[in-house]
T-cell receptor, first 114, second 116 residues
Framework: GAVVSQHPSRVICKSGTSVKIECRSLDFQATTMFWYRQFPKQSLMLMATSNEGSKATYEQGVEKDKFLINHASLTLSTLTVTSAHPEDSSFYIC??????????FGPGTRLTVL | AQTVTQSQPEMSVQEAETVTLSCTYDTSENNYYLFWYKQPPSRQMILVIRQEAYKQQNATENRFSVNFQKAAKSFSLKISDSQLGDTAMYFCAFMKLRGATDKLIFGTGTRLQVFP
């Protein structure tokens, strides 16, 4: 299957700082990438969808100025959590698809905001 | 709008036995995809199996098979010869037949515990 990497796997930051999470498709070109948030023991909640070279489409209730998404190439998308606060602490997962009708996922990033 | 329902929050099975996880969905679409993903304790989402709605034949991947009932909008996952490594959260997901750009609609998940 296709491989998607995510970096960092864990990050701890102080309140008010910004954090960038990278998502890379390693062996395929990802025309579309998805960013999810997952709370403990819950399902994945889609935050936004991005197509390479285009602006991201955010789900209702997701602040686009707080969660900045850049999909600059067919293998890289980044999620920046700006001015992070403790309530932003969560597990963030990226998904990627391209050319097939299947989405593949990165291993996730655990964000802890102190 | 599409919805996916997994009515079993938790299931358990003894090693080497067979277990079936249930999933129902609601849609007005005629063509679509259905998926089962597995999320073990590592939290890496792993594709288990995929079914195209226009295919009548049920998908099979080694010990994993589905029972796809399109009219009933049911998509259950059968795991045969359960192994300890099958312990995970299992998510059923729906996607419209629009290709790679459309989003997945997930169910709430079923936590499966395989015990020795």
């Amino acid at each position: 299957g296709a491989v998607v990497s995510q970096h960092p796997s864990r990050v701890i930051c102080k309140s008010g700082t910004s954090v960038k999470i990278e998502c890379r498709s390693l062996d395929f070109q990802a025309t579309t990438m998805f960013w999810y948030r997952q709370f403990p023991k819950q399902s994945l909640m889609l935050m936004a969808t991005s197509n390479e070279g285009s602006k991201a489409t955010y789900e209702q209730g997701v602040e686009k100025d707080k969660f900045l998404i850049n999909h600059a190439s067919l293998t890289l998308s980044t999620l920046t959590v700006t001015s992070a606060h403790p309530e932003d602490s969560s597990f963030y997962i990226c998904g990627a698809s391209g050319g097939t009708d299947t989405q593949y996922f990165g291993p996730g990033t655990r964000l802890t905001v102190l | 709008a599409q919805t996916v329902t997994q009515s079993q929050p938790e299931m358990s099975v003894q090693e080497a036995e067979t277990v079936t996880l249930s999933c129902t969905y609601d849609t007005s679409e005629n063509n679509y995809y259905l998926f089962w993903y597995k999320q073990p304790p590592s939290r890496q989402m792993i594709l288990v199996i995929r079914q195209e709605a226009y295919k009548q034949q049920n998908a099979t991947e080694n010990r994993f098979s589905v029972n796809f009932q399109k009219a009933a909008k049911s998509f259950s996952l059968k795991i045969s010869d359960s192994q300890l490594g099958d312990t995970a959260m299992y998510f059923c997901a729906f996607m419209k037949l629009r290709g790679a750009t459309d989003k997945l609609i997930f169910g709430t998940g079923t936590r499966l515990q395989v015990f020795p």
